[in-house]
């Protein structure tokens, strides 16, 4: 048996013999670009204060990595496509495991992004690759199945990222969450080459590289401008990336239109199973995204569990999404995408709406209902979504396919943290303001622990310091009328801390139910909207008709190119 896999799936007469240990590494690869993202947020306050992190420092930790992964996904996609899907897999391993190295020793705030720059460009190569590998090696019968099992994957590593850096920093400090990728990339790398067949398009036409630089502009402003404006302002730099946003998608649009091979032929937008699967993909994760960022702080700071404890508790989250990957399995075949992805919408919006009941005297066992419910919706609408969209391209295409699932559900995802993010800490501020109002906390103070809910109790430990230290004072000083000052002092700053905190709890708890609640709405709308997108019965029996047509039509003229052109290159791995 050779030690490297180098006959194409393509050439293969038959289903890939070890198609399942391929899929076992696409997912590992998956897994590791996922909980990039959510390892860091419970890994972010030791980080912080390590690196003298700045508020805006810490927002660009997070963002560089999704910027670049978010931007570059369609152009690499259409890379990969042309020249070796697993070549863009192992590349992109490699990249992404040179920046966790240096992201680990990084010594300042620029040094960090720049790592996680690094990291979000392996992303880019990797996500695509993942998903056409995966279309390209499983024949059609059971992909819908490999898929189930890889957008299961999606959802464990949003629940296992918080619980591998919450075990980690146990011991080890923030550095440990980078270099953790490190082995498990080693790993997908082998496996990659031992076990995922070499795959590429039969033809050779040539990229659409206007496009995909247009892409690049345009998707990568556009996430600039939803991180940058939000967070800090609607300034110069948030206004001019919402400018060229619009006139890099106004280019890219008009460009791919007129162009005979386009990276994205954006005419599929127009098929309402596309559009519909899209749209429920984004609007999916700008839901998911956005609770669990603000889940995450909920349950540290005013639970006030560690980081480990904090991914012990999101673990319910996992198992419900692969009882509904399992569900959608069952469902799906027999009763249609249209109803199983609404369904989940649902679920998620009656997750959010569960959300809406936390205040502060909420337990943990107020956030197992959402999760589990958010959990089991994950599974039920994402795999059919993601089977629909790498069904709406050709072979030839499928890196294109994955790209485009991806980068929808990256900006759905940057939307979420963006919007309900930004919504939070408005309403946070707003509320705190208003639990304070009254008392003698100074303007300076207030704007401080408005920043966020950890400044807040931050702020709240200050007073009780100092009420400590009046208290010692008043035990060592020899003066009965100054020690009764001093302790009066105390007291009266012992209650203020215990308020402030109250405060900060309270309006915290109000603010993730307020934010939750316009969560919701957005969701619950979006859901009805992909309820009138998504077709069914016959209306989905003529759009699959469609879509076949256009598959071979797409692939004809590609062989026609093909013969016309010089003699085809032989597939490389």
């Given at each position: 048996m050779r030690l490297v896999m180098t006959e194409p799936v393509e050439r293969m007469d038959r289903p890939y013999a070890r198609r399942w240990w391929a899929l076992l590494v696409l997912c590992l690869s998956l897994l590791i670009i996922v909980m990039a993202n959510t390892a860091l947020t419970v890994a972010a306050p030791d980080m912080t204060q390590d690196l003298g992190?700045?508020?805006?420092?810490?927002?660009?930790?997070i963002d560089g990595y999704t910027v670049p992964y978010a931007a570059l996904m369609l152009l690499l996609g259409a890379i990969g496509d042309k020249y070796s899907r697993r070549g863009a897999l192992v590349l992109g391993l490699v990249v992404f495991g040179g920046g966790a190295v240096s992201g680990s020793f990084a010594d300042s705030a620029t040094t960090v992004i720049a790592a996680r720059a690094v990291m979000g460009v392996g992303a880019a190569l990797i996500m695509p690759a993942t998903l056409s590998l995966l279309a390209a090696t499983f024949p059609r019968a059971e992909r819908a199945?490999?898929?189930?099992l890889w957008t299961a994957t999606a959802g464990l590593a949003i629940a296992a990222g918080p619980l591998v850096a919450g075990a980690l920093l146990q011991h080890h400090g923030w550095a440990s969450t980078f270099l953790i990728n490190v082995p498990v990339a080693a790993v997908a790398l082998v496996g990659a080459l031992v076990l995922v067949p070499p795959s590429k398009a039969g033809h050779q036409d040539r990229i659409d590289h206007v496009g995909g630089l247009l892409s690049v502009v345009w998707i990568g402003a556009l996430v600039y401008m939803i991180i940058e404006g939000p967070h800090f302002g609607w300034g110069v730099s948030a206004i001019t990336a919402a400018v060229v946003a619009v006139v890099g998608l106004t280019g890219f649009v008009l460009w791919e239109l007129r162009h005979p091979r386009p990276v994205l032929d954006v005419r599929r937008f127009a098929h309402r199973r596309f559009a519909g699967a899209n749209l429920a993909v984004a609007l999916f994760f700008l839901a998911v995204f956005g609770a669990f960022y603000y889940l995450t702080q909920h349950l540290q700071f005013v639970l006030g569990y560690d980081a480990l404890d904090t991914g012990l508790r999101m673990l319910p989250l996992a198992g419900?999404?692969?009882?509904?990957?399992?569900?959608?399995?069952?469902?799906?075949p027999r009763l249609g995408m249209r109803v199983t992805v609404t369904a989940g919408?649902?679920?998620?919006?009656?997750?959010?709406?569960?959300?809406?009941r936390i205040d502060a005297a909420s337990s943990y066992g107020d956030l197992v209902a959402p999760l589990i419910v958010l959990g089991l919706a994950i599974g039920l609408a994402l795999s059919p979504c993601t089977d629909a969209i790498m069904g709406a391209f050709p072979?030839?295409?499928?890196?294109?396919?994955?790209a485009v699932n991806d980068t929808s559900l990256e900006l759905g995802g940057s939307l979420g943290i963006a919007i309900l993010g930004s919504l939070l800490a408005t309403s946070y501020g707003d509320r705190l303001a208003d639990a304070t109002a009254g008392g003698k906390l100074p303007a300076k103070t207030l704007a401080t622990a408005q920043d966020s809910v950890g400044a807040g109790y931050q702020v709240a430990q200050g007073i009780g310091d100092r009420a400590h230290q009046l208290a010692a004072r008043a035990a060592q000083t020899t003066d009965p009328q100054q020690a009764a000052q001093l302790k009066a002092q105390a007291g009266q700053l012992a209650s203020g801390a215990r308020q402030m905190a109250e405060a900060v709890s309270s309006s915290f708890a109000g603010a993730v139910a307020h934010t939750s609640l316009v969560g919701a709405v957005i969701l619950g709308v979006g859901t009805v909207l992909v309820a009138i997108l998504l077709p069914s019965g016959k209306a989905a029996a003529h759009e699959d008709e469609v879509e076949t047509a256009e598959a071979a039509e797409t692939a004809g003229s590609a062989a026609g190119a093909e013969s016309a052109g010089s003699a085809p290159l032989s597939p490389v791995s």
């Open positions: 992190l700045s508020s805006a420092d810490l927002q660009w930790v199945k490999a898929i189930v419900a999404v692969f009882v509904g990957s399992a569900l959608t399995g069952l469902l799906t919408m649902v679920g998620g919006t009656t997750a959010l709406a569960l959300l809406t072979e030839s295409q499928l890196g294109v396919g994955g």
